[in-house]
Structures are given as C-alpha cells and as structure tokens.
C-alpha cells in the first residue's frame, strides 16, 4: 500500500470499520457485497481517498460477519462501481473523469485476494481501454460500444473539464453515458453515446446522481428529490419523493423505485420486489428511530441495506437468495429515544419537506437550518448539536427550505428566482406546522450559516413564544469573493467561479447585491424583543460578522466571539456554548435576559 494514491494496494485480511459504511452495492449474481464510503478521513491511509469493502456472501452465510469474509483496498477517489465482470471475477470502477480501473477477484483458496489490476486513462487511449479488457466479459462485447470508444480516441473526452466534474459514468454493454457540471454556468451536461444535453438543473443541486435507462432507448438520470427523464434530446424534471434516491438495478442498471429515510417503493420487478419492499418496511416499522441510510437491490429480491440510528450506531441487513444477513453495530452515543418521520409542510403552492426527530414528549422544538445553499438537510442527523437537543427532549425538525436539495427542483431553484423573501414564505409554512403539532411548546430557531437567515425569519413570527434563536456564523450578508475567499481556509478556492455558483444558486451579483443584503436584513423585522437571541462568531471569519446582526437584535442578544475561522461550529467546545444557554433557558422562568458587549447596537 502506498501513500500517495497512485497506486492501489490491497489487504488479504481482515477489515475492521465494517460499521464505519454509510454506503452498499450488490454484485450481479450476489456473490459479492460492496461497501464503499466518500471519505475516512479518521481512518484512511491515503489522503481524499475512498475505502471500498469486498464481502463475500457465501463466506458471511458460513461464518456471520466476520473480519475473515472482508476485504478493503483504499486509493480510489472516488470509485464509481462500472460493471462487474463475468461471473464476478472482475470489477472495473471509474475513478474519475480520467481513469478506469480494474480490480480482478480471484477465484482460489482465499477469495477475498483482490490485486489491483491496472488504472488507464480514457483520454486518447479509451478505445484501447475497453477492448483490452477481458474479452469474456460482456460489458465489453458491443461492437457499437468499441466503436463509440474508438471516435473517442485522440481527444478527450470533455473538453476543459476536470477530474472531480463527473458525477456517474455507466457502461453497460450498448451504452457509454457521463455527467459533468459545466464550469462556466453550473449547468449539467448529460452525455449519451456521443450526444450533448443539457440539464433544466444546475449541477450543484444534483446530489448523488444517478443513471438508469429502460426500454426503448429511455434514460433517466436521478438525484436526491428530483428526476430527469430524456424526451428526445431534451430531459424534464420529474419530482421524486421527498428526500428519496433513485433505486437502480445492480444487476439491469435499470430504475426499480426509489427510498428515503423511512420509505421505500419499488416500482418494478413483481412479486420478489414487492417481498423485498414489504421486508424493509417491516424493518423500519420495528425501528422508528432507524433511517434508511442506503440501500442496494436488484429485480430477483436481493438486497442490502444500512440502517443509521439517531443514537449513532447502525446496523447492516441483506437478503441474499432468500438468506437474511444481519450485523449489529455497538452504539456510540445515548440519545432521547425518538421518531423519525419525513413530513411535508406548506401548501401545495409552497410546499416544503421536513426530517422530523421526536421524543414521545417533547419540552420544545427546533427548527434547524444549516447551511449550503445546497445542503442535504438528511445529512444533519449526525449533527452533534441535533444529538444535544435530542438528549434534552426537544423534537428536532431538520428543515429544507429554498436553495436545498431533496424536495425538487422548484424548491432548490426558488432561491435564485425569489430572492431572500423565498426564505421569509418558508418560515411562514414551517411555522404553521410547528402552531398545528407543537402548540405552545417553546420554538427555538438555529440557523448555521447560509441557514441563519431562514432561522431569523421564523424567529421573527414567533411572537409571545417562548423559545429563542441561535445563530452560528451566520451568513447575513453578501460580499464580493474578493473580500473572504482566499481568507478563509473553508472557502479557498476559485475566484472566477464563485461568483457564478452565487448567481447559479442565490442569484446574487454585483448587480444585485446591495437589495439582497437589504432583504436579508428585512428577515428580522417584526423580532419579538422578549426571545432571547444567542449568535456566535469567529473572529477569523471573514464571511460572518458581528456588524451584520440587522437592528432588531440590539435587545436580549448575547453575542460570543472566539478566535476561529467558518468551521468551528464543528467545535465541541462551541457546543458546549449552546448547551449552556440551553440550560439558561430551560432553567428559567422568562427567557435569560442578555446582552453581550458585542451588540450590534451603536452605542448613544
């Protein structure tokens, strides 16, 4: 195993963060089963790199879940899982825009051996790549394929694109398809078999993307929440279910259905998918504090699944051939036992999508907004500071709201169109939802970030509530890229591109920027001066800053500054800051009365 990621190595032993996996895959004929996870930043050997997990099956149904029947290799960054080869003996990943690679699992007394096979570039030497495969495997038979690879030759495949642009490349045996972000505008591009199109989606809201194709030449390609289907040469949006993923064959490539945190819905496949389906729901229905984290199936009733619990353990499941598979994972971290149901706030005009985590009686709630703009509310469960309130009986609603993904293309694309008053409508559709099943528990807002501005709105309509506002490092005003990109070590990055990704996902500009700061601020007014505020920044971000807080909140704010950049909200000991005016709150008749030497207020 080398270092540098250049090279892959192997291990014929064990592996031993089975339970670190958020992610599975089926092999074709269930030989095998792939785990495979974006980072392990805590684990990894190779920087930025992924782990992939090769557990065989028939060896699991022998011995349980055992190091013995895994094996990991790491250096792929990141692999996306191509085809597997004739009778599972290969696999072959793509790695990014540039490489293919193939890993060849063989058949002998230790069948966990996995050599690294080689990794070649797609550029000029494409159609080299692909005939020189394993002639046996039929990924590789088309000759129209080979064709497609052989034009290919000479010139890369997109031009100016990096990388880290693809989000999926599939080859499955008639068709050579991609997807890239188009750097100048954020567009998708969708390329299939030698065909151009264009996405109606910028590619930042595209999270997990997928692809899937079905009779007749119909091609979908799926994200979280959202669907796009080719109708020619042009592709239409089709709203998914809220939060959900596609759910594609790991043995056709085709679409079977899709799932989200507690659903799943298989559209084809007959009886054995319907079996599958009425399983895995079972499943959830006995584990009310469990999410569907991933899940990998095919058309003949094999899946596997990882369930994540709020308490941070998680737990794998699989049917394979009729055999269930079962591995538990230890707990991490106590929490308030609770439930976890995805609802839908709003009107049908302004609909939106809420994660709901509740105790059976809760003492308050709180909704959560973290930043992005393009953030996968879902992925705040593991949220340290969700765990908190948990842990002291308040009911969590992980709000999406405008500008996030998992709730389909209008909501994810209202922000740029609407402005800051899309966040002001959210927090009017988030708050009668809490008025209807929260009625007069205490409602605190906490935005984080980009999310600070949905949370100052709807702390704005909670007069005569108890409850208050938390605001970490949040984002309350827009500045020019000039002024905080390469200052800050979260944000360093390309200054030419930066202004387009505001246009692409706020619509923020230049042009603009002056009514968008006075809109943002607009979000306060009305500020109930009784609800205590809490705000919290570091004082070497240059993107949030104390002078920002708009002057609803001169009265009963606190305002805590501390040496660090954007990231510390990942602090504990920032936390820490949050559970102690927790304790204040709840500890008090009236909301703490507080004012920090930091108001924003000028001084008489």
Known sequence: MTL???????????????????????????SYLVFSRAEFSATTLVPNSQRLVIASTPCIAAHGMTDGCMTTIEGLRPPRPVSWGLGDESLVLAENLENLVEL???????????????????????????????????????????????????????????????????????????????????????????????????????????????????????GLGVQFMRHGKAWRAVDMPLFSRALISSRSGQLLGSYALRDVRFYVGGGKSRRAQSAIMQLLQDRPSAMLWRLSADERGNYALVLKNLDGSASFHASIRGHALRHECGKAESASPAAIRIVQAGSPQWPLGLIELSPSAPRGVVAFFRGGPTGDPANETDNKLVRQYLARGWAVLLAGYSGTVGLGMEVSTRLKAKGPDALRQDAQAIARY????????????????????????????????????????????SRPATEWLQTEELFAGDLNRQPVFERATIGVSDENRAAFNAALSELAKGRDPSRPAFFLFGSLDRASRPGDLPQAYCANTRILTVQATHRFAESDELNGEVDRWMASLEGSKQPPQVTDGGSPCPTP
Request: proline share 9%; charged share 20%; aromatic share 6%.
């Open 104 to 222: 060849r699992v063989a058949r002998n007394a230790n069948p966990l051996w996995m050599p690294f096979m080689r990794r070649v570039p797609m550029g000029k030497a494409l159609g080299a790549v692909l005939s020189g495969f394993d002639p046996a495997t039929p990924l590789l038979r088309d000759p129209a394929l080979l064709e497609a690879a052989r034009r290919a030759a000479g010139r890369t495949i997109w031009d100016k694109a990096t990388p880290e642009t693809t989000i999926q490349l599939l080859v499955d045996g008639r068709h050579f398809a991609s997807i890239r972000h188009d750097n100048p505008t954020l567009g998708g591009m969708v390329r299939i078999d030698g065909e151009t199109a264009a996405l109606p989606m910028p590619a930042p809201f595209l999270k997990f993307g997928a692809f899937s194709h079905g009779p007749g030449g119909t091609w979908r390609v799926s």
């Open 4 to 30: 540098t990621g250049k090279t892959l190595g192997t291990y014929p032993g064990g592996v031993k963060n089975l339970c670190d996996m958020d992610a599975v895959g089926l092999s074709p004929t269930a």
């Open 434 to 477: 809490i008025d209807t099943t929260y009625p007069r528990l205490p409602v605190i807002a906490h935005g984080e970030s980009f999310g600070a501005g949905s949370a100052i709105a709807l702390d704005s309509l909670m007069r005569g509530r108890a409850g208050g506002l938390v605001g970490m490092v949040p984002y309350l005003k």
